[in-house]
């Protein structure tokens, strides 16, 4: 016969130990870091219009450069034929930068807010890149850490349409050699360094105008 000091024993041996939580952390920046990993991804003796330790062509270093008529100041246009980044300045002028944009029909053209833009962002993989490539994204799928390794780099520009996040980003990356190339899932890179100088200018509520790549042109003609 199980007595009333049985059960509670039993039941104490049984349900007293905690359940560990299954629930991952969110991924995190530490603040007190940034201005070392600033320093960490700035060239010695920096200077943008002629620092090259990447080693890409001289063309996609930042310059000063005329800008079209009729474009709102404080806006970017992304050129993704020759793969330049255009911030519209007051006085007719354009600040210049070399990008990278996304490989195959990954890259999307369109007009976008920039709705929000971070230091030392951290980045969870979407749903579709962990099912596209499961090898490179399924072990980051509960986030990664802001940092120098971090695939959005130093600074990232959040892009939306409406109110919806459209997961696509202006960001730095650790990769500075694609520079020139197609080489990210959406979004349009930058060297680190570039977008530490850039994203100070930027006010959120500016436009991102994203042109179709050369392979659309190309269909469409």
């Given at each position: 016969m199980l007595t009333r000091r049985h059960f509670i024993g039993s039941t104490a041996a049984l349900f007293s130990a905690p359940i560990a939580s299954t629930v991952s952390a969110a991924p995190t920046s530490d603040r007190s870091r940034w201005a070392a990993w600033d320093a960490q991804v700035t060239p010695v003796n920096y200077d943008p219009a002629t620092?090259?330790?990447?080693?890409?062509?001289?063309?996609?270093?930042?310059?000063?450069?005329?800008?079209?008529?009729?474009?709102?100041?404080?806006?970017?246009?992304v050129d993704a034929v020759a793969r330049y980044l255009y911030h519209i300045q007051d006085d007719g002028t354009a600040m210049r930068y070399g990008v990278a944009i996304a490989r195959g029909n990954l890259?999307?053209?369109?007009?976008?807010?920039?709705?929000?833009?971070?230091?030392?962002?951290?980045?969870?993989?979407?749903?579709?890149?962990?099912?596209?490539?499961?090898?490179?994204?399924?072990?980051?799928?509960?986030?990664?850490?802001?940092?120098?390794?971090?695939?959005?780099?130093?600074?990232?520009?959040?892009?939306?349409?409406?109110?919806?996040?459209?997961?696509?980003?202006?960001?730095?990356?650790?990769?500075?050699?694609?520079?020139?190339?197609?080489?990210?899932?959406?979004?349009?890179?930058?060297?680190?360094?570039?977008?530490?100088?850039?994203?100070?200018h930027v006010s959120p509520g500016a436009s991102a105008y994203l042109y179709p790549p050369e392979d659309i042109i190309s269909a469409q003609s």
């Open positions: 620092s090259n330790p990447w080693g890409f062509h001289r063309r996609f270093l930042p310059q000063r450069v005329e800008a079209n008529a009729g474009l709102t100041p404080g806006d970017i246009h890259y999307e053209p369109g007009t976008y807010t920039i709705k929000r833009k971070a230091k030392w962002p951290t980045w969870t993989p979407t749903a579709a890149m962990i099912k596209r490539d499961p090898g490179q994204y399924e072990r980051h799928a509960d986030g990664m850490n802001g940092g120098p390794t971090n695939p959005l780099g130093s600074r990232a520009l959040y892009l939306y349409v409406g109110n919806r996040d459209t997961y696509l980003r202006i960001h730095g990356s650790p990769s500075p050699r694609s520079i020139g190339g197609r080489a990210s899932s959406g979004c349009v890179r930058m060297v680190m360094a570039h977008i530490i100088d850039l994203y100070d």
